[in-house]
């Protein structure tokens, strides 16, 4: 008995189709089964429509299986589907459980008692190192004052905080030297129970070293008539205010301010410098730094030249500059996506005295992703 020659069922000799898979079994007249296949083999697999009644075969070298495959695509799609809505919807509350349990709200609770350091108490040299984790600094020289210091904190507190627990001012005087400091460090719970508000007002002529650090908040920066040793400033989520009048940076003295998220505001008038070359490094990730100088008394030094290094990620750079004709300045630019405004419409600007004169300022400018504004007066 002659075989299908492509499923391998046992057919009737003479038939045109395969009653099984319904393939053709003639062809140029001849019935190919009875001539070349008296057992059952085949080399593809078959595939078919469902319907018993028309089988009809669809010529395909692809397995079964990868159809299998295809037919479980919406499935899998509506799986995927749901299971990235209810991660979506997982995250969002649990964004609101961890904001409404680990972001809970601070009571105002008064003023503490301020602290004083009398003009006869204090040393040649201060030093004040603050930390603040939530709440803004302010640090003003104030020619009224009667003392040297004055330290003045608002405090907030959460649950069963209480004034007199807060943290206050520690000052010592050893030897001539006066150290001022405040930490709102806690260590007795996982969440600190206050946050501060500190405001320090001081005396004229002090001789200053500063080391100001917070975390959340705004620093509030006013002097004049000082000596500076040391100035370090850093904020990681607030902007700077800073202005000096009439400043000594002393020998020790690179001025460093830096800022992760805010902006930098620099405003200074005369200052001088102890030493013939100072830098001033200027650092904002995320946020503009803007600064403006005014010089016009002549420098304590014969020769000297102050650098400015300012940086930023993410946002501008504006200077504006007014310089007497004692003082030369020179621009030098780079930003990867941002435009360039200087005098001339170059990437490096020179004063028409640069070289001629003793007295320089250098501004080498960066910001990857912001403008730069230069603008030079004499």
């Known amino acids: 008995m002659p075989y299908c020659t492509n499923c391998g069922a046992s057919v009737q000799e003479g038939s ?82 961890f904001f409404s349990t680990h972001n809970p709200t601070y009571e105002y609770l008064g003023e503490l008692p301020s602290a004083m350091i009398e003009k006869d108490k204090i040393g040649d040299y201060v030093f004040i190192q603050l930390e603040n984790s939530v709440g803004s600094i302010s640090l003003t020289t104030d020619s009224s004052l009667d003392s040297a210091f004055q330290g003045h904190i608002q405090v907030w507190g959460l649950g069963d905080a209480t004034l007199s627990n807060a943290n206050r001012f520690e000052t010592s005087t050893i030897d001539n030297y006066t150290t001022i400091t405040f930490s709102s460090s806690w260590y007795d719970s996982a969440t600190n ?27 509030y920066i006013d002097l004049w008539n000082e000596t500076l040793e040391m100035f370090k400033i850093s904020t990681s989520t607030g902007s700077q205010y800073i202005s000096m009048d009439n400043i000594i940076i002393g020998g020790g003295a690179n001025p460093s301010l830096l800022c992760s998220v805010g902006e930098i505001n620099l405003d200074l008038t005369n200052i001088s410098y102890l030493l013939p070359s100072n830098t001033w490094t200027i650092d904002s990730s995320t946020g503009a730094v803007n600064v403006e100088i005014v010089q016009t008394n002549l420098d304590i030094n014969i020769s000297t030249t102050r650098t400015f290094d300012i940086d930023t990620s993410l946002g501008d750079i504006t200077v504006d500059i007014f310089l007497s004709e004692d003082y ?51």
């Open 328 to 378: 030369s300045c020179r621009a030098v630019v780079d930003t990867s996506l941002g435009s360039v405004n200087l005098p001339g419409n170059g990437e490096e600007y020179t004063s028409a005295n640069y070289g001629s004169v003793i007295w320089v300022f250098q501004f080498n400018l960066d910001t990857s992703i912001g403008d730069i504004y230069f603008h030079h007066e004499s």
């Open 193 to 219: 129970p206050y946050t501060y508000e500190l405001e320090l007002l001081i005396s004229e002529a002090l001789n200053l070293e500063l080391s100001i650090v917070t975390s959340t908040g705004d620093l």
């Open 16 to 97: 045109i189709f395969c009653e099984m898979c319904g393939f053709k079994q003639i062809l140029d007249g001849k019935n190919v089964s009875s001539n070349l296949n008296t057992s059952p083999s085949y080399s593809k697999t078959p595939i078919f429509v469902s319907d018993r009644k028309h089988r009809v075969r669809r010529t395909s070298t692809v397995p079964r299986s990868h159809y299998r495959r295809k037919s479980m695509k919406p499935v899998f799609a509506a799986f995927l589907f749901i299971t990235i809505m209810l991660v979506a919807f997982g995250g969002v509350f649990g964004i609101i459980y």
